[in-house]
């Protein structure tokens, strides 16, 4: 079947299922009604890509386990904030100016963490766009996804001034200069998860005020500051970082300095699992192709592709990013299922 539009071509796998208008059936044939996008729609293996999540971790789980762990990888003296314990006496390893900036081994950690954990992803999704095995790629928008050049994309994405650059210029400069409760310096104990929940969800709630914020105040505070990433009516992976300096300032930077000061007992490693689920996620939900597991988070109020895109269709709605609870209670939130069949595919 062609797709909605005929015009609309693109690289994708166009499954049937998901397209919106049936043409009547012949008498030999059952009509079968359009199928919603559901789990058992898709082959076993597209369960492998529910891996990518996990694997955002790798580094930190990494560095934890017996295979490679961080103290027989690392001067003690690099990672530790005391001064002695059983096996003697050292002095901790900071920066040379008065003692007073901290040694960059979490520092470096946490940024290979979140580059590990987007190179996985990254992985992922170039298989997941040309291997049915992985499950069909269904897109966003019923008019197909907007057409890029893949390595020109990748290399623009990874290179945003107001992306990845500033969020390693802001993480620098906030550990290095002891900007973070004593807690996030600290390497003892290994990820704690409940804790990685509490940072997205007070990091996602802080965004949403901010983004609300950036859309309702004033129109020049809009113009200048979060427009010129709503360029982007159909989104794709790789636009996630492109915006302006000024809005990621506002709505990531400032958001992730609160949730540091308000959930203060994170040690280094679940710094590391936050920022880089965080990340990643944030990408994710700009996908131009809907994922395995995103009729689960829809069912859970978790972000999905779907989900931001009616926020950049429509400029209003979803204001969230990971969670959909604030649009929720704040009666902001538009389900995409709404626009099924109009200007997003059936199912996603
Ligand atoms: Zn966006
Ligand atoms: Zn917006």
């Not at 005391?82 to 960059?104: F, I, K, T, V």
């Not at 930077?253 to 936050?274: C, E, G, I, K, Q």
Request: aromatic share 14%; net charge neutral; hydrophobic share 40%.
């Amino acid at each position: 079947m062609p797709p909605q539009n005929p015009s609309d071509t693109n690289t994708f796998n166009m499954p049937s299922e998901t397209l919106t208008q049936q043409p009547p059936p012949k008498a030999s044939q059952t009509l079968t009604p359009v199928q919603p996008y559901e789990y058992h729609t898709h082959p076993p293996l597209s369960h492998l890509g529910l891996l990518v999540w996990p694997l955002m971790l790798t580094l930190p789980l990494l560095l934890n386990s017996s295979l490679m762990h961080y103290s027989s990888v690392f001067p003690r003296n690099w990672y530790s904030l005391h001064s002695n314990d059983e096996q003697g006496a050292w002095e901790p390893a900071w920066l040379p100016h008065d003692g007073a900036l901290r040694h960059p081994l979490g520092l470096t950690l946490g940024i290979s963490a979140v580059a590990v954990g987007h190179v996985f992803l990254l992985i992922y999704f170039r298989m997941y766009q040309h291997h049915q095995l992985l499950g069909k790629t269904i897109p966003i928008q019923s008019k197909g996804p907007s057409k890029y050049i893949y390595s020109e994309a990748l290399t623009k994405h990874l290179a945003q001034p107001g992306g990845f650059l500033l969020l390693g210029l802001y993480l620098a400069i906030t550990w290095v200069y002891n900007l973070l409760p004593e807690s996030y310096y600290n390497f003892e104990g290994g990820i704690q998860y409940v804790t990685v929940a509490q940072c997205l969800m007070v990091q996602d709630f802080v965004q949403y005020a901010m983004h609300r914020m950036e859309h309702l105040s004033h129109p020049k505070v809009y113009r200048i500051s979060h427009k010129p990433h709503h360029k982007f009516t159909n989104p794709k992976l790789f636009d996630a970082f492109d915006g302006s300096v000024p809005d990621t300032t506002v709505m990531i930077l400032l958001p992730l300095f609160v949730t540091a000061h308000v959930v203060r007992n994170a040690n280094v490693w679940t710094y590391m699992a936050f920022g880089s689920t965080y990340a990643n996620w944030l990408t994710l939900i700009h996908s131009e192709v809907a994922f395995p597991w995103e009729p689960l988070f829809r069912k859970l109020g978790l972000g999905t592709a779907a989900d931001h895109h009616v926020h950049h269709k429509f400029f209003k709605w979803n204001y969230g990013h990971l969670f959909m609870w604030w649009d929720w209670g704040m009666g902001t939130y538009r389900s995409p299922n709404e626009q099924w069949g109009k200007e997003f595919s059936v199912g996603v």
